[in-house]
């Protein structure tokens, strides 16, 4: 054997033991498990020392502090708190409400609602309402998730220890966690992301000291490290859906645990098969339990009906009090009045009215719609197709499936009808208006005939699948002539349409949005008596099966993926996730008279963990080649712990980061903060790589500095994390990157944080003119009056009611609308600010005015509103609420 044969052989040995499935590093007493997925990691029985409870009990404090600091101010409703806290308030009065997340963050609200004392009045309609003049104790509400964000500081540390890593690595963390601007502001406001985050580190926390005790299989430690892990995926996926990204880093971690362990001869297949059976209860079985328990809890809070409640089926209906209660004749006869549902959306009933079509491409016919309750004129009469008779002589005659039919309108008595006209909401050639057409002894034609197409009945009911049956028959009407189903397209009608549901017939459409069910039938007076002179009595009954527990969690879990594939919005701070990562920009959340909050993370925190995550995968990548030439660099004697550890958290930092990349759905800088949580570890792990070989001073002197400088990023921008008051300059100064757009005119100095005289400057009594902005011509109306006077003032005011002394105009919320005063006493003015009056409790206060000076500027003031008033930045299209 050749001396240069002799000296690689130790280092192909290191090769090997640093990259083995299961290693011991000698100085630090870890034992590290790393596999080809780097998914595990795993350490020696690891124990609280005194150290550990003293540095627990600091760093909490400080997290305390730091969540809790200023936690009144602003003393307004602020960004999505107008969905969560109303949520919370319907919690407490037991009213149902829809939202596209799972209910555990916000039934955590309303407890802590119900305990700070609220009493569910309040409505959190709009952003800027003040809380204390409706006296709600928001204080209260916001502790909570300020609390839970103050917990995962401690969770660091715990999780950094059980990774095996020194006190002053865990404490450097913990630091991290604490003092990062992002998750300190959603962590002070009534928000979701504060409680998902806590759950997703306990999740994790727990999955770290549960590998810690892998020498004592089974006991009872092991066990309850192991369902509390479970426990905590379920919490997390029960606040929103992003909890959902624990499942695939545990699942990694665990086939490649149990991969590892089919190598183990001293293990028997039957203890194997035990090590599989425990993670399958617990990480599988508990997570879906706690899943399912928390909505069982969310729909037995909410027993009563509200205006969410259409949006379910009427199975879901059934089981709210005060809800749908359906009992109506089971077979369909002709000359039967019946209301037709849609069955697979939520969109209502087939519908017509007495108003014609106005679209330019359309008929001028009558139109027929979707509507979303059931009133009159939902009800249709079905008769037999144009020029064909039936035989009733032997009573009336029950309508089966591939018979052709009519539908004639009660109210108006026009017939449902179709012909080659393109409908309100699109050009498409397969797709076909639908009208009421008819008029005074016209027998109508054969546009008029429409097949009937039953796709299923329910196998409770026999003979629901071949004779038309109320509730139970599942069918699709086929136009005769044009061969298209009647379809719902879900979009929503102009207002000359009143905004209800376009439908319209469409050809080559998949059943889904084109399946119907009768919900009401009956004969009407003289058909029934007649049925019952044929001896047809006692007509049998239908009537909704309410659904179970899992019916009712299956459908609100559909609705919910329905919900977060349609929301594809266009919100002004909406950010895609490649621009997540270096923090190209923030959200707006609120603004108010020299300050306001900007969602903005630490940018040293974030841009550290974004290069830490780069480097491990660079350094992974260069030591997988390097080890195929059997060169392999220990790094100090850290390989195998920065593997395991720093490895783990990289797949979890990616697997809670590239699924975003995948969704087209309106998506927000909040959603990155699980995957930061654990960049920050990849962080702190990567530090104490550099530093593990170095003097003790030396390495303290770094992370002191790495402190340091973070705490010196935290306070330059706490001013926008606490809503803290401060000058234009230093604002101005603290835009880092071009990109980050808040809004300096808030701060002091700013045009908007001054304090202006109030319009009018003088006591005037000119005329006060409302003038809705959508009647308004700005090329005519605006500029007339601009030169009718140069010192006019438009206004564009957003979601609120202004009061002007003796001209009130209070035009309907949302609405835009120009507020005219005429003229103002006063030969040069700056600047206006209505100020309202803050009687109604509904009422924000306005965006700031600019002076027109001419026609031009007057135009381009239209539509102009406050960046750092932002309506929401959130997703619920049932409750007005446009997240994961």
Same mark, same amino acid.
């Given at each position: 054997m050749d001396a240069s044969a002799a000296r690689r052989r130790p280092e192909a040995h290191s090769a090997k033991s640093a990259d083995s499935s299961t290693s011991y590093d000698g100085r630090d007493d870890v034992q590290i498990v790393t596999h080809s997925t780097a998914a595990s990691i795993s350490a020696a029985p690891w124990s609280f020392t005194p150290t550990d409870f003293l540095t627990l009990l600091g760093i909490t404090l400080v997290a305390i502090l730091v969540r809790c600091y200023k936690l009144s101010s602003p003393g307004e409703v602020v960004f999505d708190e107008v969905h969560f806290g109303k949520f919370a308030g319907k919690y407490l009065n037991g009213t149902y409400f829809y939202d596209l997340h799972p209910p555990l963050a916000k039934m955590m609200f309303a407890a802590a609602g119900k305990l700070a004392g609220y009493d569910g009045v309040f409505d959190f309609k709009s952003i800027g309402l003040n809380y204390a003049a409706a006296g709600v104790p928001y204080v209260g509400m916001r502790l909570m998730p300020a609390l839970l964000g103050a917990l995962t500081v401690p969770a660091t540390y715990v999780t950094a220890r059980a990774c095996g890593y020194a006190v002053d690595t865990g404490v450097l963390a913990a630091l991290l966690v604490c003092f990062e601007n992002g998750l300190v502001t959603q962590s002070r406001l009534i928000l979701l992301d504060s409680p998902l985050v806590f759950f997703t580190v306990l999740a994790l926390t727990a999955w770290a000291v549960f590998w810690t005790k892998q020498r004592e299989p089974f006991s009872c430690t092991w066990w309850f490290w192991l369902t509390a892990t479970g426990a905590m995926m379920g919490c997390a996926a029960s606040c929103k859906w992003v909890g959902l990204f624990l499942f695939p880093i545990i699942g990694l971690s665990t086939v490649s645990d149990l991969w590892a362990k089919i190598a183990d001869r001293s293990l028997s297949p039957a203890r194997w098969a035990c090590h599989f059976l425990a993670r399958a209860v617990g990480l599988l079985l508990v997570p879906l339990a706690v899943y399912v328990f928390w909505f069982q809890i969310h729909f037995a809070l909410l027993s009563k009906t509200g205006s969410a409640a259409g949006m379910m089926t009427p199975e879901f209906q059934t089981t709210l009090a005060g809800g749908l209660n359906v009992s109506t004749d089971r077979d369909v006869f002709y000359g039967s009045e019946i209301r037709l549902r849609t069955t697979n959306a939520r969109s209502g009933y087939l519908h017509s009215h007495a108003h014609l079509w106005q679209h330019s491409k359309g008929s001028g016919q009558q139109q027929v719609t979707i509507y979303g309750h059931a009133d009159a004129n939902n009800l249709w009469v079905v008769e037999p197709s144009f020029n064909r008779t039936i035989d009733e002589s032997k009573g009336p005659v029950p309508v089966r499936g591939g018979e052709a039919i009519r539908l004639k309108h009660k109210i108006t008595g026009k017939y449902l009808h179709s012909h080659d006209k393109r409908p309100a909401m699109t050009s498409s050639d397969t797709k076909f208006e639908l009208s009421g057409y008819g008029f005074k002894d016209f027998a109508g034609d054969s546009n008029d005939d429409f097949t009937l197409e039953i796709l299923a009945g329910d196998s409770r009911h026999p003979g629901s699948e071949e004779q038309l049956q109320a509730i139970y028959s599942r069918f699709r009407l086929i136009h005769r002539n044009l061969q298209c189903a009647m379809y719902n397209s879900r979009k929503k009608l102009p207002k000359w349409a009143f905004e209800q549901i376009e439908v319209n017939c469409m050809r080559n459409c998949m059943p889904r949005m084109s399946t119907w069910h009768v919900e009401f039938a009956q004969l009407p007076g003289a058909a029934a008596a007649a049925a019952a002179a044929a001896g047809q009595e006692g007509v049998p009954k239908a009537a909704y099966v309410p659904l179970g527990l899992w019916g009712k969690v299956l459908e609100y879990n559909q609705l919910m993926a329905d919900s977060n594939a349609g929301l594809t919005g266009d919100h002004p701070f909406a950010a895609r996730p490649q621009h997540w990562a270096w923090l190209r920009r923030g959200t707006a959340y609120w603004g108010g008279r020299g300050s306001f909050i900007y969602q903005l993370g630490n940018p040293l925190i974030w841009w550290g963990s974004l290069a830490s995550v780069v480097l491990f995968m660079a350094v992974r990548a260069l030591l997988f080649v390097l080890d195929k030439r059997r060169i392999s660099p220990g790094?100090?004697?850290?390989?195998?712990?920065?593997?395991?550890?720093?490895?783990?958290?990289?797949?979890?930092?990616?697997?809670?980061?590239?699924?975003?990349?995948?969704?087209?759905?309106?998506?927000?800088?909040?959603?990155?903060?699980? #995957?930061?949580?654990?960049?920050? *570890?990849?962080?702190?792990? +990567?530090?104490?790589?550099? $530093?593990?070989?170095? !003097?003790?001073?030396?390495?303290?002197?770094?992370?002191? #500095?790495?402190?340091?400088?973070? *705490?010196?990023?935290?306070? +330059?921008?706490?001013?926008? $994390?606490?809503?803290? !008051?401060?000058t234009k300059d230093a604002c101005v100064k603290a835009k880092w990157l071009s990109t980050w757009d808040f809004d300096c005119e808030h701060a002091i100095g700013g045009v908007r944080s001054t304090e202006p005289p109030l319009a009018p400057v003088a006591p005037v009594d000119q005329e006060v003119k409302v003038v809705p902005v959508d009647a308004m011509d700005t090329d005519a109306d605006i500029a007339a009056e601009a030169e009718e006077d140069v010192d006019d003032i438009v206004e564009l005011v957003e979601e609120a009611a202004v009061d002007v002394d003796d001209g009130v105009a209070a035009p309907e919320i949302g609405e835009p609308y120009a507020v005219i005063v005429e003229p103002v006493e006063q030969e040069t003015v700056e600047l206006v600010y209505v100020e309202p009056v803050y009687e109604n409790p509904t009422v924000i206060k306005p965006p700031v005015a600019s002076v027109a000076k001419g026609p031009e500027s007057v135009a381009a003031n239209l539509g102009q509103q406050n960046p750092n008033q932002m309506s929401t930045g959130s997703e619920n299209p049932a409750e007005g609420h446009v997240e994961l």
């Amino acid at each position: 054997m050749d001396a240069s044969a002799a000296r690689r052989r130790p280092e192909a040995h290191s090769a090997k033991s640093a990259d083995s499935s299961t290693s011991y590093d000698g100085r630090d007493d870890v034992q590290i498990v790393t596999h080809s997925t780097a998914a595990s990691i795993s350490a020696a029985p690891w124990s609280f020392t005194p150290t550990d409870f003293l540095t627990l009990l600091g760093i909490t404090l400080v997290a305390i502090l730091v969540r809790c600091y200023k936690l009144s101010s602003p003393g307004e409703v602020v960004f999505d708190e107008v969905h969560f806290g109303k949520f919370a308030g319907k919690y407490l009065n037991g009213t149902y409400f829809y939202d596209l997340h799972p209910p555990l963050a916000k039934m955590m609200f309303a407890a802590a609602g119900k305990l700070a004392g609220y009493d569910g009045v309040f409505d959190f309609k709009s952003i800027g309402l003040n809380y204390a003049a409706a006296g709600v104790p928001y204080v209260g509400m916001r502790l909570m998730p300020a609390l839970l964000g103050a917990l995962t500081v401690p969770a660091t540390y715990v999780t950094a220890r059980a990774c095996g890593y020194a006190v002053d690595t865990g404490v450097l963390a913990a630091l991290l966690v604490c003092f990062e601007n992002g998750l300190v502001t959603q962590s002070r406001l009534i928000l979701l992301d504060s409680p998902l985050v806590f759950f997703t580190v306990l999740a994790l926390t727990a999955w770290a000291v549960f590998w810690t005790k892998q020498r004592e299989p089974f006991s009872c430690t092991w066990w309850f490290w192991l369902t509390a892990t479970g426990a905590m995926m379920g919490c997390a996926a029960s606040c929103k859906w992003v909890g959902l990204f624990l499942f695939p880093i545990i699942g990694l971690s665990t086939v490649s645990d149990l991969w590892a362990k089919i190598a183990d001869r001293s293990l028997s297949p039957a203890r194997w098969a035990c090590h599989f059976l425990a993670r399958a209860v617990g990480l599988l079985l508990v997570p879906l339990a706690v899943y399912v328990f928390w909505f069982q809890i969310h729909f037995a809070l909410l027993s009563k009906t509200g205006s969410a409640a259409g949006m379910m089926t009427p199975e879901f209906q059934t089981t709210l009090a005060g809800g749908l209660n359906v009992s109506t004749d089971r077979d369909v006869f002709y000359g039967s009045e019946i209301r037709l549902r849609t069955t697979n959306a939520r969109s209502g009933y087939l519908h017509s009215h007495a108003h014609l079509w106005q679209h330019s491409k359309g008929s001028g016919q009558q139109q027929v719609t979707i509507y979303g309750h059931a009133d009159a004129n939902n009800l249709w009469v079905v008769e037999p197709s144009f020029n064909r008779t039936i035989d009733e002589s032997k009573g009336p005659v029950p309508v089966r499936g591939g018979e052709a039919i009519r539908l004639k309108h009660k109210i108006t008595g026009k017939y449902l009808h179709s012909h080659d006209k393109r409908p309100a909401m699109t050009s498409s050639d397969t797709k076909f208006e639908l009208s009421g057409y008819g008029f005074k002894d016209f027998a109508g034609d054969s546009n008029d005939d429409f097949t009937l197409e039953i796709l299923a009945g329910d196998s409770r009911h026999p003979g629901s699948e071949e004779q038309l049956q109320a509730i139970y028959s599942r069918f699709r009407l086929i136009h005769r002539n044009l061969q298209c189903a009647m379809y719902n397209s879900r979009k929503k009608l102009p207002k000359w349409a009143f905004e209800q549901i376009e439908v319209n017939c469409m050809r080559n459409c998949m059943p889904r949005m084109s399946t119907w069910h009768v919900e009401f039938a009956q004969l009407p007076g003289a058909a029934a008596a007649a049925a019952a002179a044929a001896g047809q009595e006692g007509v049998p009954k239908a009537a909704y099966v309410p659904l179970g527990l899992w019916g009712k969690v299956l459908e609100y879990n559909q609705l919910m993926a329905d919900s977060n594939a349609g929301l594809t919005g266009d919100h002004p701070f909406a950010a895609r996730p490649q621009h997540w990562a270096w923090l190209r920009r923030g959200t707006a959340y609120w603004g108010g008279r020299g300050s306001f909050i900007y969602q903005l993370g630490n940018p040293l925190i974030w841009w550290g963990s974004l290069a830490s995550v780069v480097l491990f995968m660079a350094v992974r990548a260069l030591l997988f080649v390097l080890d195929k030439r059997r060169i392999s660099p220990g790094l100090g004697g850290q390989r195998a712990k920065y593997f395991a550890s720093a490895g783990f958290f990289t797949v979890a930092w990616i697997c809670h980061y590239a699924p975003f990349f995948l969704m087209g759905r309106e998506l927000f800088i909040h959603h990155m903060f699980p #995957a930061l949580w654990m960049g920050i *570890l990849v962080l702190a792990f +990567t530090l104490d790589l550099f $530093t593990a070989r170095v !003097p003790a001073v030396v390495r303290m002197s770094v992370y002191v #500095a790495v402190a340091a400088a973070v *705490l010196y990023a935290f306070q +330059t921008f706490s001013y926008i $994390t606490y809503a803290r !008051p401060w000058t234009k300059d230093a604002c101005v100064k603290a835009k880092w990157l071009s990109t980050w757009d808040f809004d300096c005119e808030h701060a002091i100095g700013g045009v908007r944080s001054t304090e202006p005289p109030l319009a009018p400057v003088a006591p005037v009594d000119q005329e006060v003119k409302v003038v809705p902005v959508d009647a308004m011509d700005t090329d005519a109306d605006i500029a007339a009056e601009a030169e009718e006077d140069v010192d006019d003032i438009v206004e564009l005011v957003e979601e609120a009611a202004v009061d002007v002394d003796d001209g009130v105009a209070a035009p309907e919320i949302g609405e835009p609308y120009a507020v005219i005063v005429e003229p103002v006493e006063q030969e040069t003015v700056e600047l206006v600010y209505v100020e309202p009056v803050y009687e109604n409790p509904t009422v924000i206060k306005p965006p700031v005015a600019s002076v027109a000076k001419g026609p031009e500027s007057v135009a381009a003031n239209l539509g102009q509103q406050n960046p750092n008033q932002m309506s929401t930045g959130s997703e619920n299209p049932a409750e007005g609420h446009v997240e994961l």
